[in-house]
């Protein structure tokens, strides 16, 4: 029986028996080759559901939508599940109405090739479960173009790396494509959106671009699982996995911390410590 025939009967179970109310998982796309989310609630659409490369979404995005529709079975990967914890850590959805069904991940695969954010996964199997749909995968060896890349880009001076980044940055034309499908980016009115006071300038001018992302990426430190939903929706192609994979490393490094791999631990930058020397205060 393959993956997705087992993920199939399994979802048919578990709303056949009304343990579940709703299955959320992916379904063949409207075009060959591409996959979409699936909401599944009744037993014989079961069958709908699949699993393979070009299921990239990250599910735990939807989570949140459906919070009071009962309890919600998802199929997670190794980053959707790491973005579940974070879910879990702030207290925006509960344990007890969720069952996931993990799946392993030999990553995902966009426009034929496999997602940047693949390269570099460390954690290919859910963190967090409770059955798994077929065997786990091994974790993959680091993509040596990607660390190459990272090297490099570490190794500029500070305005080489402002000139890069200004230069990708300048093409976000303000869709908010990387907001929407990141599902840790769950505020209520987003920091961009504010009016009374207007926080960031709403043009797609070099500066009011760079505060958006700049601003975003802070608040996604210690949260952003590096899934890579944002760089794949980007319609301009902007690398926005180097910005997200160089905070990680920062927060990894200062503060031994990496988002959503342990339930009991704390996001990083939702402690205090006194005896932080806070170095890098001038």
Known sequence: ???????????????????????????????????QPAFITRPEEAQRLIF???CSQNLANYLLKVKNSGKVAVVAKGCDSRSIVVLLQENQIQRENL???????????????KSVSCLACQYPNPVIYDEMIGDEVEKPAPDPIVAKNDK??????????????????SRCIRCYACRQV?????????FVDASMPQLVGRTHNL????????????????????????HRACPMGID?????????????ERFDSVAGV????????????????QEFIK
């Open 152 to 169: 490099e880009f570490e190794q500029l001076s500070s305005a080489e790396r402002w000139q890069v980044l200004s230069e990708d940055i």
């Open 182 to 190: 990141c599902p840790n980016c769950y505020c209520p009115v987003c």
């Open 262 to 277: 342990d339930i009991n631990k704390p996001p990083a930058l939702t402690q205090f410590n006194p005896a932080d020397p």
């Open 99 to 113: 069952y996931i069904l993990g799946v392993g991940c030999d990553g995902v695969v966009q426009n034929g090739a």
């Open 207 to 230: 500066s009011d671009n760079m505060a958006f992302h700049i601003i975003r990426a802070l608040h996604m430190a210690g949260r952003c699982v590096e899934c890579g939903a944002c």
């Open 1 to 35: 029986m393959s993956r997705s025939e087992k993920l199939r009967q399994r979802a048919k179970e578990l709303l056949a028996s009304k343990e579940v109310a709703m299955v959320i998982g992916y379904c063949a796309g409207s075009k060959p080759g591409l996959s």
């Open 240 to 252: 926005l996995m180097r910005l997200n994979r160089r905070v990680a490393r920062i927060v990894r």
């Open 52 to 54: 393979d490369s070009t």
